[in-house]
Nanobody, 120 residues
Framework: QVQLRESGGGSVQTGGSLRLSCTKS???????IGWYRQAPGNERERIVD???????LYADSVKGRFTMSQSDSEDTLYLQMNNLRPGDTGMYFC???????????????WGQGTQVTVSA
């Protein structure tokens, strides 16, 4: 069973930084991984995720400011967020998608989320 657990959220001022962590259960294996966020009243949006051809794609709104990485053991996923803005406020979710024959299927596994609040 795929289990994801995020941590590291908090409150920062504009221009600040946070690093989110996502612990993956061993059963997550080599699943495709990514980060999404949801602001109040908005739909969940993709921040960064892995695609079938191995590319890591970032949303334009975070490109150059956010970086996704994994621990050497690949049991923890990170999201380094720099130069945060009030528009980055929201609940951040770690996500996983099954990898079948090298292809990433739909992202359907989610953690419980961690809240990020950026004040002006």
């Amino acid at each position: 069973q795929v289990q994801l657990r995020e941590s590291g959220g908090g409150s920062v001022q504009t221009g600040g930084s946070l690093r989110l962590s996502c612990t993956k259960s061993p059963s997550t294996g080599r699943a495709c991984i990514g980060w999404y966020r949801q602001a109040p009243g908005n739909e969940r949006e993709r921040i960064v995720d892995e695609h079938t051809d191995g590319r890591i794609l970032y949303a334009d709104s975070v490109k150059g400011r956010f970086t996704m990485s994994q621990s050497d053991s690949e049991d923890t996923l990170y999201l380094q967020m720099n130069n945060l803005r009030p528009g980055d406020t929201g609940m951040y979710f770690c996500a996983a998608a099954p990898r079948v024959l090298g292809s990433c299927l739909r992202y359907g596994y989610w953690g419980q989320g961690t809240q990020v609040t950026v004040s002006a």
